[in-house]
């Protein structure tokens, strides 16, 4: 059998691609020519990006003041609601307050997820 002399001298591996090879009728050493290439940009090369692109990692990058900001006004907020309710104020300021501190800290949340999407977006264009 030709595939048991074979075997002594070629490793499995090998085997298996020639033999996968010769089913889709293609030489082994022309299948290997066949994959698709991958391209990896590299960071060497100039990336041209677009001017939002630019705004968004500007303002939400990595050293962007927009997350300690939302942090400090939602901080703020809750601990003026805090005093509201120390000082016995009327219940519709300190439902105000509550509301305001709500939509703070929503806001400071979305800045922080919106920021990971701009990281991950210079990232895979290879400018951090």
């Known amino acids: 059998c ?4 074979t075997s002594s ?14 089913v889709q009728g293609v030489q082994p050493a022309r299948a ?22 630019a705004q968004l990692i ?5 050293d962007s003041p927009a997350i ?9 907020i809750l601990l003026s609601g805090l005093a509201s309710f120390n000082n016995n104020t009327s219940k519709r300021s300190q439902q105000t307050f509550m509301r305001a501190r ?7 949340i979305g800045l922080m997820m919106g920021s990971l999407a ?6 895979y264009l290879g400018i951090q």
């Open 9 to 22: 001298t070629m490793p499995m591996s090998q085997m298996i691609r020639s033999a996968a090879a010769s």
């Open 68 to 76: 300690p900001m939302g942090v400090f006004a939602t901080g703020v």
């Open 32 to 53: 290997a020519e066949r994959r698709p290439q991958i391209v990896v940009p590299s960071t060497a090369e100039t990336v041209q990006i677009s001017e939002l692109d």
């Open 58 to 62: 500007y303002y939400l990058g990595k």
């Open 2 to 5: 030709a595939l048991h002399q």
């Open 102 to 108: 709500l939509v703070s800290q929503g806001i400071t």
């Open 118 to 123: 701009v990281q991950e977006r210079a990232k």
